[in-house]
Nanobody, 125 residues
Framework: QVQLVESGGGLVQPGGSLRLSCTASSRRSLDYYAVGWFRQAPGKEREGVSCIRSSDGMIYYKDSVKGRFTISRDNAKATVYLQMTNLKPEDTAVYYC?????????????????WGQGTRVTVSS
C-alpha cells in the first residue's frame, strides 16, 4: 500500500508563501495515479484544493485558490508540490494529499477514508 507524507507547512504572514510537498513511499505510484491536495480548517469539512492527473497532466483548482496556488509533480522524486503564494488567513488549515482522487473540473474528491497526518498551515500576522 502506497503511503503519502505531507510536509512544508508552517506559520506565515498574510501575503506570504509556502511550498508543500507530498512524497509517496513508492516511486512509481505517481506515474499511474492522480494526486490531490485537500485541506481542513478548524470546524470545517475537508475540501479539495487542487489535483493533478497522471493520464493527461490536467490540473484543477478550487476557485478560491486559482492564481495563487500551483500544483506540480516530480515523478522521479515521487513528490507532488503545492506552491502557495499570496496566502490569506482563510487558507489556514491542515493540508493533506491523497492518491487517486476524483480529479476533474467539477470536483476534487477523495474516496479514501484514510488520511495521513497532514501539514499545518497557519496564516496570521
Amino acid at each position: 500500500q502506497v503511503q503519502l507524507v505531507e510536509s512544508g507547512g508552517g506559520l506565515v504572514q498574510p501575503g506570504g508563501s509556502l511550498r508543500l510537498s507530498c512524497t509517496a513511499s513508492s516511486r512509481r505510484s505517481l506515474d499511474y495515479y492522480a494526486v490531490g491536495w485537500f485541506r481542513q480548517a478548524p470546524g470545517k469539512e475537508r475540501e479539495g484544493v487542487s489535483c493533478i492527473r497522471s493520464s493527461d497532466g490536467m490540473i484543477y483548482y478550487k476557485d478560491s485558490v486559482k492564481g495563487r496556488f500551483t500544483i506540480s509533480r516530480d515523478n522521479a522524486k515521487a513528490t507532488v508540490y503545492l506552491q502557495m503564494t499570496n496566502l490569506k488567513p482563510e487558507d489556514t488549515a491542515v493540508y493533506y494529499c491523497a492518491l487517486d482522487p476524483i480529479c476533474n473540473r467539477a470536483q476534487i474528491t477523495s474516496l479514501s477514508g484514510s488520511w495521513g497526518q497532514g501539514t499545518r498551515v497557519t496564516v496570521s500576522s
